[in-house]
């Protein structure tokens, strides 16, 4: 029993140390790995990678991307000379990416094991920068990497956060595709600098607007600036502002009322891409007028279309009734 309570001790400071910087707890060798593991057997552990441990009690509370940054800060103690890359790169600097895409580790590499599953390896020869402390891929290299695995939309969230945070300039992004002549996923990374726009508020917005891109929506203006019906409330912005076919303009509000607003949130990003479908469809569900332009209100003077809402045509209606209910679409 006592020996039990002096490595149950030990395993704390461990585990303290290891959380206070950021990193999950390696093994010090094979004899230290067999005993981790017997803690993961009780419960008390979890093991992330092989070699690689974690108190479970923290671990569940982390979401996908602070797992990560956990395993790349611990990687990166360990692998000196590893460049972490792609989508994996995106969440170190703190870029709206889904967590679907965060159960791979990308890195640019030539040392550390080849068998770890969890592991996806590119070819040398990247630039890097030092960012906290860990060895990523440029802003630039790291937006066109993920525009090469990802779906147009996916990969235009990317951009616009890379944008909007200042990590990177829209005048770098094009200059870096120019250059990018032959690598693969290429025409996609263009396609995604030429539409990207830094003043999309969220992950889930820059989704919608590139859903309804690939649709052949001319996008007319996002976080368009309108009066408030509440003077004190000062000006407000509409999402997406969209043309219809008579003319008119129609505002496409991307949160749908919903309570979860993280732009990484992958529960809220897939409730933004049903919104946009629910949008493209049009549909007998269209709220009323309630608040203001951030609640759905798109100023003096708009009107909503109840009962005969804006219809955007070219996308089968595949969407749940939930979806249908929450979308914001309004014509002005």
Known sequence: MTGYRDQENELSSRLEAAEASGCCLWAKDAADRRRLARFCERGRLV?????LFASSSTWDTLDPASKTRRIVRSLSD???DWIFSHVTAAAMYGLSVGYSYLDKVHVVATSGSRKNAMVVRHRSGRAHRMFRGVRLTTPEDTVLDCAAMMPFPDALAVADSAVSSRLTCERNLR?????????????NGRRVVACMDGRAESGGESIVRGILIELGYLIKDIQAPVTSIDAARGPLRLDILLQADDGSLVDLEVDGGREVREPRDERWLS???ADARAAARGGDHCPRLQGGARDGCPGQGSRVVKGSPVRLRGLSPRLGTQALQTSHIYRL
């Not at 093991?47 to 070699?51: A, E, I, W, Y």
């Not at 200059?175 to 025409?187: F, L, P, S």
């Open 78 to 80: 360990k692998y000196e």
């Open 271 to 273: 409730a933004a891409c």
């Open 47 to 51: 093991r992330v990678l092989n070699g």
């Open 175 to 187: 200059n870096a595709a120019v250059h990018r002549w032959g690598y693969r996923g290429i025409r």
